[in-house]
């Protein structure tokens, strides 16, 4: 059956600190793959896709992702993370016409 | 980019009760749109695919006979919870793609809904 795999549920990084969000699929070909930012009292906002390619992507927000075939893998991550970043992500997979969420991971920020 | 609206984005029912909720492509027109359920704390579950001028495809679990859904244009879908309970109380989420099925799907903000 195809699933996303957030292990992560929450994590906590202190602002300007590295971040990556891990995210694993399973899929019997490569699915299309995404991650969205969820804030409280907002909608999804997608932050990145993978279709094909160059398997790291470059995102909003200073977001980028690689896919890993050989891992499963779509990690999302950031360099430096602000205080604004603090929201739940999701990672999506799609291999037919529908979106399979991972559960999220949260993210607080300590100033 | 292409915007998804809800309405309402909150509303209070009292047990026993319809209620209706919007789903509007704004600058877009979508055949398909998609609703979701979230629960707190917990990710996104595909409830239903809304088809323009068809009937909606629900996956399973999902009671299509409480959950109403009509796709009467190209710009609007609407999901009815008839005779809601509390156990309906959830945030409810509506997407449509902005191109190919596969491809983007934009996200309305969601219609949180508490069933006294």
């Known amino acids: 059956a195809q699933s996303v795999t957030q292990p992560d549920i929450h994590i906590t990084v202190s602002e300007g600190a590295s971040l990556e969000l891990r995210c694993n699929y399973s899929?019997?070909?490569?699915?299309?793959l995404f991650w969205y930012v969820q804030s409280p009292g907002q909608g999804l906002q997608l932050l990145l896709k993978?279709?094909?390619?160059?398997?790291l992507v470059q995102g909003i927000k200073g977001f980028e992702a690689e896919f890993k075939r050989s891992q499963s893998s779509f990690n999302l991550r950031k360099p430096s993370v602000h205080w604004s970043d603090a929201a739940e992500y999701f990672c999506a997979g799609a291999g037919s016409y529908q979106l399979t969420f991972g559960k999220g991971t949260k993210l607080s920020v300590i100033p | 980019g292409a915007v998804v609206s809800q309405h309402p984005s909150w509303v209070i029912c009292k047990s026993g009760t319809s209620v209706k909720i919007e789903c509007r492509s704004l600058?877009?027109?979508?055949?398909?749109m998609f609703w979701y359920r979230q629960f707190p704390k917990q990710s996104l579950m595909l409830m239903a695919t809304s088809n323009e001028g068809s009937k909606a495809t629900y996956e399973q679990g999902v009671e299509k006979d409480k959950f109403l859904i009509n796709h009467a244009s190209l710009t609007l879908s609407t999901l009815t919870v008839t005779s809601a309970h509390p156990e309906d109380s959830s945030f409810y989420i509506c997407?449509?793609?902005?191109?190919?099925?596969?491809?983007?799907?934009?996200f309305g903000p969601g219609t949180r809904l508490t069933v006294l």
């Open positions: 600058d877009f027109q979508a055949t398909t």
């Open positions: 899929y019997g070909a490569t699915p299309y």
């Open positions: 993978y279709f094909s390619g160059d398997t």
């Open positions: 997407s449509a793609p902005g191109g190919l099925v596969t491809d983007t799907q934009y």
